[in-house]
């Protein structure tokens, strides 16, 4: 028998029996979270931990076999991810972001989420006053794709229809429907935060045609009689809706501060800093479409009493400006 392999033997011999209960404590972690240790485990698992390092040390100074060599440095990697890595379920870091991450976010972005909601309604009362002056105005604000087959030439009751028809349809329809919804929507609110890459311009041209929509849609049931109506019909989902875009116009807008104005760090920091913020806030906005979408098509179709859709359309919005406003707030100052 060589010499490096009665070294290595010896070596092992000698400590192993430390390895092994690292090992042991290593794999319970892994299992079961590090809660399930005993006070006096967990005390023995640093030193423990420091035990292997200087094993690992002693073994490539001496170069002892390779086989001995990757068990420590995998044993060390994986008992140092247990002592210092994130020990977080996955429950804990959806409620973490539920209740910290996307409030904080939102109201640390605050300015852009205003400037970009004054930028939707700008832009919906200009197709408002547009195409109540002259109905002409909506073929040019409201793509045919988008009309849905409700435009100028519709008659006043096939318009009534469609505002209060649906309570006839199934789940597995309102599924779809909602399926259908919450991908179009998101599609809009992913593209709305990626163009702030193009310093916020397309991300400001997108909010302000999405305002010139609705307006042009709210004119055209309006000026039939229909404007109370029409209102309560968006009401039920569209404070979530809309609220939801306009959050991710305000992470696009985000984004372009990022490259615009990096302020005393590098171009590249500031927009790895804003882009990580601004993420939070979409992943937070593409759930309040998900909201949207379930609210359109279940209670939207199914409630058709105008004072019922008000106050659901009412409640969500004192709901998301309490959650987004006054909590953000709240939280921002604890931090």
């Given at each position: 028998?060589?010499?490096?392999?009665?070294?290595s033997s010896q070596f092992r011999k000698e400590r192993e029996g430390s390895w092994k209960e690292l090992q042991?404590?290593?794999e319970t972690i892994e299992k079961k979270g590090i809660k399930a240790l005993s006070a006096q485990e967990l005390t023995r698992l640093p030193n423990l931990y420091r035990f292997t390092l200087s094993s690992l040390s002693v073994a490539r100074g001496v170069s002892l076999d390779r086989n001995l060599l990757e068990y420590l440095e995998l044993l060390s990697t994986r008992a140092y991810y247990c002592i210092y890595g994130v020990h977080a379920s996955f429950g804990g870091t959806v409620l973490k972001f539920i209740f910290e991450d996307f409030p904080i976010a939102v109201w640390n972005a605050r300015w852009r989420v205003l400037l970009t909601t004054l930028i939707m309604l700008a832009g919906a009362l200009i197709a408002y006053y547009l195409t109540i002056g002259n109905e002409?105005?909506?073929?040019?604000?409201v793509?045919?794709?988008?009309?849905?087959?409700?435009?100028p030439a519709s008659a006043t009751?096939?318009?009534?229809k469609g505002l209060y028809d649906g309570g006839e349809l199934d789940a597995d329809d309102l599924n779809y429907f909602a399926s259908g919804l919450f991908s179009h929507n998101s599609s809009v609110g992913m593209l709305s935060f990626a163009l702030g890459f193009a310093l916020g311009v397309p991300t400001f041209i997108l909010i302000f045609y999405n305002g010139l929509i609705l307006g042009s849609f709210v004119a055209l049931y309006a000026s039939?009689?229909?404007?109370?109506?029409i209102a309560a019909w968006l009401s039920i989902h569209g404070t979530t809706e809309l609220l939801a875009i306009i959050l991710c116009g305000a992470a696009g807008l985000g984004v372009a501060k990022g490259i615009i104005?990096?302020?005393?760090?590098?171009?590249?920091?500031?927009?790895?800093?804003?882009g990580?913020?601004?993420?939070?806030?979409?992943i937070g906005a593409v759930l309040m479409l998900l909201i949207a979408a379930l609210l359109e098509s279940f209670g939207r179709q199914w409630i058709t009493d105008i004072t019922t859709r008000f106050t659901i359309g009412g409640l969500m919005l004192v709901f998301w400006l309490s959650y987004l406003g006054y909590w953000g707030r709240k939280i921002c100052q604890r931090h």
């Open positions: 028998m060589s010499d490096g392999v009665l070294k042991s404590l290593v002409e105005w909506y073929y040019t604000m793509g045919e794709g988008m009309a849905g087959g409700r435009n009751e096939d318009l009534r039939r009689g229909l404007g109370l109506d104005s990096p302020g005393q760090k590098t171009r590249l920091s500031n927009l790895a800093s804003e990580k913020q601004a993420a939070k806030v979409v």
